[in-house]
Nanobody, 115 residues
């Protein structure tokens, strides 16, 4: 599975961004996809995930502000980020989970929240 992430950039506090992660390859074997982030000097953390059945999971720090969704026709997962805060600044990575194999990861996309 190959993952192509896009949509990062510079945004002011309170603003919005939408990240996209397009999957290709053995996509029928994907059971879940997610977004993780890594801020400077910190460990990578889960932001949001969505299963093939549409069940979602969010980090407490983003609940009510971020929404993960998927477009099966486009094999793409989105992360809509609203009310962004400076502490959301990080490199965001998407991943795909399949049974019995290591997760696939896309390249990171940088999100900077700053005035």
């Amino acid at each position: 599975v190959q993952l192509q992430a896009s949509g990062g950039g510079l945004v002011q506090p309170g603003g919005s961004l939408r990240l996209s992660c397009a999957a290709s390859g053995s996509i029928l074997s994907i059971i879940a996809m997610g977004w993780h982030r890594q801020a400077p000097g910190k460990q990578r953390e889960l932001v949001a995930a969505i299963t093939s059945g549409g069940i979602t999971n969010y980090a407490d720090s983003v609940k009510g502000r971020f929404t993960i969704s998927r477009d099966n026709a486009k094999n793409t997962v989105y992360l809509q980020m609203n009310s962004l805060k400076p502490e959301d600044t990080a490199v965001y990575y998407c991943n795909a989970r399949r049974v019995g194999v290591p997760d696939n990861w896309g390249q990171g996309t940088l999100v900077t929240v700053s005035s």
